[in-house]
């Protein structure tokens, strides 16, 4: 495990469970919703997480291909903000309200789920799971109340990670979260492949 990832986790994640740092920001920012597609002609089609102006977001890619690859890159700087997830989330379960943002922010419901599948210690801080794949390789399983999904943790600048989209996960769209910015929200539709 990198130090940086027990750093990250005591000022995230466990900030988030003590309600400190990440509250405000939390009920502050309407969802924001990924941009432009990406694919198989112009590389990976890839997923950004950004902080501009007061305000946490997703932009990139709205549709990627079966089999093609989706990156997820982190363009924040986790020592001023924090690290970040990208989680899949079943849609019903993607914290749209201020109340669900902030029930989220305190690492409660589907979101202590995604903390606990990332087995965090909260003594320590450490992320023992940066990385869980709940189904089939690749990005295809969200997160539901009774089972895991996939999700990605990240505490570093310009980190990124990139895994192609599981054939299980066609003609579906997928959606997306942070959990500890739980206004960090997106969802990616899955087209069939060429």
Request: glycine share 12%; proline share 5%.
């Amino acid at each position: 495990m990198k130090k940086s990832h027990q750093t990250g986790v005591r000022h995230g994640l466990a900030a988030a469970a003590a309600g400190g740092l990440l509250a405000a920001a939390i009920v502050a920012a309407p969802a924001a919703s990924a941009g432009e597609q990406g694919g198989a002609s112009g590389g990976p089609a890839t997923i950004d997480m950004n902080f501009k102006r007061g305000t946490f977001s997703f932009s990139g890619a709205k549709q990627v291909a079966v089999g093609d690859d989706l990156r997820i890159r982190n363009n924040t700087d986790p020592r001023k903000v924090g690290p970040h997830t990208f989680t899949l989330i079943k849609r019903s379960l993607v914290p749209r309200t201020r109340k669900q943002r902030r029930t989220c922010g305190k690492l409660q419901g589907i979101c202590a789920k995604v903390a606990n599948a990332h087995q965090v210690n909260f003594r320590t801080g450490k992320v023992r799971r940066p990385l869980v794949k709940a189904g089939k390789p690749g990005w295809n399983k969200v997160f539901t109340s009774k089972a895991n999904g996939d999700t990605w943790f990240t505490e570093t600048k310009a980190e990124t990670i990139t895994q192609s989209v599981s054939p299980s996960a066609a003609g579906k769209t997928l959606s997306y979260v942070c959990v500890i910015h739980p206004q960090m929200q997106g969802k990616i539709k899955v087209v069939a492949g060429e």
